[in-house]
Each structure stands twice: as structure tokens, then as C-alpha cells.
């Protein structure tokens, strides 16, 4: 039974809510969701409802709430007699995601052929070449926020408001599974390649291929995520 982590509620003004904006509950959902998908709050980790209010200024209700919607979106779980806790990614939960993700992504690719303007395949090219020297820094914070930037355009060219929701609904925990691959160097440099690969068959407008890259690509990612967790 792996130890009991107690999370860090050391004080930090950037985690502070604006308590004039509203509504409340979503600011403090999305601060609680930052802080779960950039480590801060590792899993298995309790979330102390008391030590929340305090570090983000809010009411209970407020935390509760924000709570209640974190776990239907699988970042928490709460137990009984014990509260809520950052919840464990297991091998099977991966899975899962990444085989609705290469689903997904692989059908973004081929509608962003079909349907994305010159100009907006000019600004994923940009997007290409932004993540390919986030790579070079090494630095994770870059490149997930390069990699995010790459798919919001990529799911923008598709015009299907249908498929960013459901991706959405998916982001968090892709960004947690994210971190798990970008700790294989060898990893990183296979991605940027296949990237690249799949930039090339949407520049020739090759719908097919651009989905079988794309596919591919997710599917090394499940590949190396599994094996590391």
C-alpha cells in the first residue's frame, strides 16, 4: 500500500483566487486542475478542503465545488472517511485514453486536410517549427505549451467544434501522460519527427496519410507512457 503524500499548501499568491471575476467555483477548478496536470499536486496526494480555502482565498462551497467537478473530469477521486485525493494514472486508465486520443487525433488529421484553409496551414507549419525549438531548450514547460499550441491549431482547422470538446474533455490528463513520455529523450526526438511526417502529408493535402502518421504517432506515445508508468 504506497504511503500516504500530504500536498503542498505552502503559501503561493500566483494560486490566489479573484474573488470580484466570476463565478468563483470555476476559477478555483481551473487553478486546482493546473496545479494537478503540472505536478505540483502529485497523485495520490489529499487535498485538505481547510488548507484550499486558505491558500486560494475562497469559501468552502466554492473549493467543494470545484472539487465536485475535478472529479467528474477523472483528476480526483474522493473516499471515504478520507476525502479527496489527486488520483493514481493506472496502466489501464492510460490506455483507455490514449486509445480514444489516437481515435480523435488521427480523425483531426484527416478533417484539417479536408477543411483547413492555406492560411491555416501555414500557421500549423509555424506551430511545427515553434515545437521543434521547444525541443531543442529542453525544457518541459515549453514544450507542452509549444505542443498545446500545435494541436489547438490543428483542431481549429478541422471546424468541428464536436471534436475539440470531446479532446478538451481529454486535455488534462493527455498533459499528465505528456510529462510521463517527455522523460525519454530518445522519445522526444522519435515525436518530433513523426510531427514533422504528419506536417508534411497535410502540406500535400494527403488525407490518408496524414491520418495514418497521426495514428502512428499516438500510438508510440501510448507505447513509451505505458511502459513508464
Known amino acids: 500500500m504506497p504511503n500516504r503524500v500530504e500536498a503542498d499548501f505552502s503559501p503561493d499568491l500566483s494560486m490566489r483566487v ?18 494537478i496536470t503540472s505536478g505540483r499536486f502529485a497523485p495520490g496526494q489529499r487535498l ?3 488548507d484550499l480555502c486558505e491558500l486560494l482565498g475562497v469559501s468552502r462551497p466554492s473549493v467543494r465545488e470545484a472539487l465536485r467537478e475535478l472529479e467528474s473530469e477523472g483528476l480526483i477521486e474522493i473516499i471515504p472517511n478520507r476525502g479527496p485525493l489527486v488520483k493514481r494514472l493506472t496502466a ?3 490506455a483507455s485514453v490514449y486509445q480514444v486520443r489516437a481515435a480523435l487525433e488521427a480523425l483531426a488529421a484527416r478533417l484539417f486536410v479536408e477543411c483547413a484553409s492555406d492560411d491555416q496551414v501555414a500557421e500549423l507549419d509555424a506551430a511545427v517549427e515553434r515545437l521543434a525549438g521547444a525541443y531543442a531548450t529542453l525544457d518541459v514547460e515549453q514544450i507542452l505549451s509549444a505542443k498545446q499550441i ?4 490543428l483542431i481549429a482547422g478541422t471546424g468541428n467544434n464536436v471534436l475539440r470538446s470531446m479532446l478538451r474533455s481529454l486535455n488534462d490528463r493527455i498533459t499528465m501522460l505528456r510529462r510521463v513520455t517527455l522523460s525519454s529523450p530518445a522519445r522526444a526526438q522519435e515525436s518530433i519527427r513523426e510531427i514533422r511526417d504528419m506536417m508534411a502529408a497535410i502540406r500535400r493535402r494527403d488525407a490518408d496519410a496524414a491520418y495514418a502518421v ?3 504517432h499516438i500510438q508510440q506515445a501510448a507505447r513509451v507512457a505505458l511502459a513508464g508508468l
Request: proline residues 3%; aromatic residues 6%.
Open 18 to 35: 479573484n474573488s470580484v471575476a466570476a463565478p468563483v467555483r470555476r476559477q478555483v477548478a481551473k487553478v486546482l486542475r493546473g496545479a
Open 48 to 50: 485538505i478542503e481547510k
Open 92 to 94: 489501464a486508465d492510460a
Open 150 to 153: 500545435f494541436y489547438d491549431v
Open 214 to 216: 497521426s495514428l502512428h
